[in-house]
């Protein structure tokens, strides 16, 4: 299978879809000659036309709500946010008009629509640049909130998610663009929305994560296998809303302690939910109060290199905190 990294999985994704289906289309600010502020659709307009890869105006409420007409009217349109930082312009589109359609149609209406947006640090993009905005997302009922982990799941993810019925929210770890490799296969395929995965096997603590977290939850379960024969499971959430309980459930009612990595702030976090799951489901199996590493309750990402680094979770950090619950 050929090696790549996230971006050139997502865009393999959209040109076989496009290939597909003729209902597919972009929308987006700059896709199309320059492909996207990442390039992550970068030769897609020359391949399929204007028509079908559209660079909108620069209006996040009203890119949003024209995809959500069009998919209202048969097409499968994929929205692409320049980034998940601009994704509260048009919240009352995706939250209020895009989930609620089919739930206040009885089910007469779809609305077949691909929000994506890339989140996170890793960018030195600063305050405006850096945000993660999923758990305000995971709060509405009809709108699956998607996060892959490595470019075989954005590929697979993208895909069903082109495919479904209704909208979901795609977001893509910009730390891991160009970071993240891996083998992807070039045949059709796709990884289902809703399952969670076990990556990692282990028998002492679950660790619980997502997106660029999940990638330093490998590396650090693996630092503390071969360092301090400390045996870790790793989870990737893969989907977040709906969220897989069953496979936390079951991971730590074998191992009895729990981590939860994840980029956003702690307050409020998505991971305040798998943990109150866990605290109200896996009481009995706990030996030890459910951990949450997250970066700290601050406004935004800080701009300056010294900060910043003292801000974002690493490989180090989430080791320390790995090894510290192993020991409680």
Same mark, same amino acid.
């Given at each position: 299978?050929p090696?790549?990294?996230?971006?050139?999985?997502?865009?393999?994704?959209?040109d076989?879809?496009?290939a597909?289906d003729?209902a597919v289309?972009?929308?987006g600010?700059? +896709?199309?000659?320059l492909g996207?502020l990442?390039?992550t659709t970068?030769g897609l307009?020359?391949k399929?036309?204007? /028509?079908?890869? #559209?660079?909108?105006?620069l209006s996040t409420?009203?890119?949003?709500?024209?995809?959500? /007409?069009?998919a209202?009217?048969?097409?499968?349109p994929v929205c692409?946010?320049q980034l998940?930082?601009? =994704?509260?312009?048009?919240? &009352?589109?995706?939250?209020?008009?895009a989930?609620r359609i089919?739930?206040? $149609? &009885?089910?007469?209406w &779809?609305?077949?629509?691909?929000?994506?947006?890339?989140?996170?640090?890793g960018t030195?993009?600063?305050?405006?640049e850096?945000q993660?905005?999923?758990? !305000?997302?995971t709060?509405?009922? /009809?709108?699956k909130?998607?996060? %892959?982990?490595? %470019? !075989?799941? @954005?590929?697979?993810?993208?895909?069903a998610a082109?495919?479904?019925p209704n %909208?979901v929210?795609?977001?893509?770890?910009k730390? /891991?663009?160009?970071?993240?490799?891996g083998e992807?296969?070039d045949t059709?395929?796709?990884?289902? #929305?809703g399952p969670a995965v076990?990556?990692? %096997?282990g028998?002492?603590?679950?660790?619980i994560?997502y997106?660029a977290?999940?990638?330093?939850?490998l590396q650090?379960?693996?630092?503390?296998a071969e360092?301090?024969? #400390?045996?870790?499971e790793?989870?990737? =959430?893969? $989907?977040? !809303?709906?969220?897989?309980k069953?496979?936390?459930? $079951?991971?730590?009612? &074998?191992?009895?302690?729990?981590?939860?990595?994840?980029?956003?702030?702690l307050t409020g976090?998505f991971?305040?939910?798998?943990?109150? +799951?866990? *605290?109200a489901e896996?009481?009995?199996?706990?030996?030890?109060?459910v951990?949450?590493l997250?970066?700290?309750?601050l406004?935004a990402?800080?701009?300056s290199?010294?900060?910043?680094?003292?801000?974002?979770l690493t490989?180090?950090?989430i080791?320390? @905190?790995?090894?510290? =619950? *192993?020991?409680?």
């Amino acid at each position: 299978m050929p090696e790549m990294n996230l971006i050139e999985a997502i865009r393999q994704a959209l040109d076989e879809e496009m290939a597909r289906d003729e209902a597919v289309f972009l929308a987006g600010n700059d +896709i199309g000659d320059l492909g996207g502020l990442f390039r992550t659709t970068r030769g897609l307009q020359a391949k399929y036309s204007r /028509g079908r890869v #559209i660079d909108a105006p620069l209006s996040t409420s009203a890119l949003v709500g024209l995809c959500i /007409g069009a998919a209202l009217r048969g097409k499968r349109p994929v929205c692409e946010i320049q980034l998940a930082d601009q =994704l509260p312009l048009a919240f &009352n589109q995706i939250v209020n008009e895009a989930a609620r359609i089919h739930y206040r $149609t &009885n089910g007469d209406w &779809n609305v077949p629509l691909v929000v994506r947006a890339p989140y996170g640090g890793g960018t030195g993009g600063g305050l405006y640049e850096s945000q993660s905005p999923e758990a !305000y997302f995971t709060q509405v009922p /009809g709108l699956k909130v998607v996060i %892959p982990s490595n %470019p !075989y799941e @954005a590929k697979g993810l993208l895909k069903a998610a082109v495919r479904d019925p209704n %909208p979901v929210l795609f977001l893509e770890p910009k730390y /891991g663009y160009r970071n993240m490799r891996g083998e992807v296969p070039d045949t059709d395929y796709t990884v289902p #929305i809703g399952p969670a995965v076990v990556s990692r %096997p282990g028998r002492d603590l679950t660790a619980i994560a997502y997106g660029a977290m999940h990638a330093l939850a490998l590396q650090a379960a693996d630092k503390l296998a071969e360092e301090a024969e #400390i045996d870790v499971e790793v989870i990737d =959430l893969r $989907t977040l !809303y709906p969220l897989d309980k069953d496979t936390l459930l $079951t991971s730590v009612h &074998n191992t009895s302690k729990a981590i939860i990595i994840h980029e956003a702030p702690l307050t409020g976090g998505f991971g305040a939910e798998i943990a109150a +799951i866990l *605290a109200a489901e896996a009481f009995a199996s706990l030996d030890a109060p459910v951990r949450r590493l997250t970066t700290p309750d601050l406004p935004a990402i800080p701009f300056s290199p010294t900060l910043y680094a003292a801000h974002m979770l690493t490989m180090e950090k989430i080791t320390a @905190a790995m090894q510290e =619950l *192993a020991n409680y």
